[in-house]
């Protein structure tokens, strides 16, 4: 199995836990300030990766470039609880399913990284199925999208934030200088600081009562570990071996994902609308994507075949 064809798996992995992050922040949020639960989730990650972090190669001067990177995921976070706290969670959604794009245009920007036709039609084909899936269950109840100006601006602030943090992310991995443990520990360490700082600053409960069960603090773990640790450490390894735009296809992923969440653990319901974009999120990907995947299932099918017939 090629490389690649282990990144791709690695970025569904990834986008298979990282759907299940709805879930877990209604959980977390609805007892505690979000900046504190951002804390406590980084804070968790920080001590899972600081073995790693404390055995990988330091180039001299790290910090100088590793922090401004972390400071890219960290202002993601951010704007998105600023936003938060004035749109909706639907119209979040919808401005965040625009990431694959934003990457694969930023990337030629900054990197000059190449986006072929072929996989600049997937990722508009993705855009339009996530669209389906966000818009058309809106639609439906009011007619019209919701959400708020000021609320979306930072939303889509922290989608630059995000989009940048994985093309100068591929860009330190690919020059051979920082491993994935590094940068992803430092940006953990970062998000740390910054949402504790404001969460103190802010004054917030660090301990509330709700808190203080073995439930809530499994909750914490599996955010922490999993949703945290487990996936920024793929994501980070998947992106030495494929380009910026498609491990940003994850966030194709992740809505359709997540709705299936939402539908077994909280009791939405699907809509047309998710069945259609479905369609096209998964066609948009395997476009945008190759065809590695079918040819890699193709030769293990015909191995197996050759096998059983010897």
């Not at 790693?52 to 998105?80: D, E, H």
């Amino acid at each position: 199995m090629s490389s690649r064809t282990k990144a791709l798996i690695a970025i569904i992995i990834a986008s298979v836990l990282w759907a299940t992050s709805g879930v877990s922040a209604k959980l977390l949020v609805h007892v505690l300030n979000p900046f504190v639960a951002a804390f406590y989730r980084f804070l968790i990650a920080s001590i899972c990766i600081l073995p790693f972090f404390l055995r990988a190669k330091k180039p001299k001067g790290y910090l100088k470039n590793l922090i401004p990177l972390g400071l890219l995921s960290t202002t993601n976070i951010v704007f998105f609880y600023i936003g938060m706290t004035t749109t909706t969670a639907n119209a979040a959604a919808l401005v965040y399913a625009g990431i694959p794009l934003a990457t694969a245009l930023l990337a030629k920007l900054l990197i000059k990284e190449e986006v072929s036709r072929k996989k600049f039609l997937g990722v508009l084909i993705g855009l339009v199925g996530v669209i389906f899936i966000v818009v058309l269950p809106v639609l439906d109840r009011s007619n019209q999208l919701v959400g708020d100006l000021r609320g979306n601006i930072f939303i889509f602030l922290g989608l630059l934030s995000w989009a940048t943090y994985t093309i100068f992310s591929r860009k330190y991995l690919l020059s051979g200088t920082y491993t994935p443990f590094l940068m992803v520990g430092v940006s953990f360490f970062t998000n740390c600081a910054v949402t504790l700082t404001i969460s103190l600053i802010t004054r917030q409960q660090f301990f509330p009562p709700a808190a203080l069960t073995l439930n809530f603090f499994l909750i914490l773990v599996y955010t922490g570990v999993l949703l945290t640790f487990v996936t920024y450490g793929l994501f980070q390894w998947a992106i030495q071996h494929v380009s910026a735009t498609t491990a940003s296809l994850k966030n194709y992923l992740e809505p359709v994902l997540g709705v299936g969440f939402n539908s077994l653990l909280l009791g939405e319901t699907m809509t047309g609308g998710f069945l259609v974009g479905s369609v096209l999120v998964i066609a948009g990907t395997a476009i945008a994507t190759g065809n590695k995947l079918v040819e890699q299932g193709k030769k293990l099918l015909q191995k197996l075949f050759v096998k059983r017939r010897a």
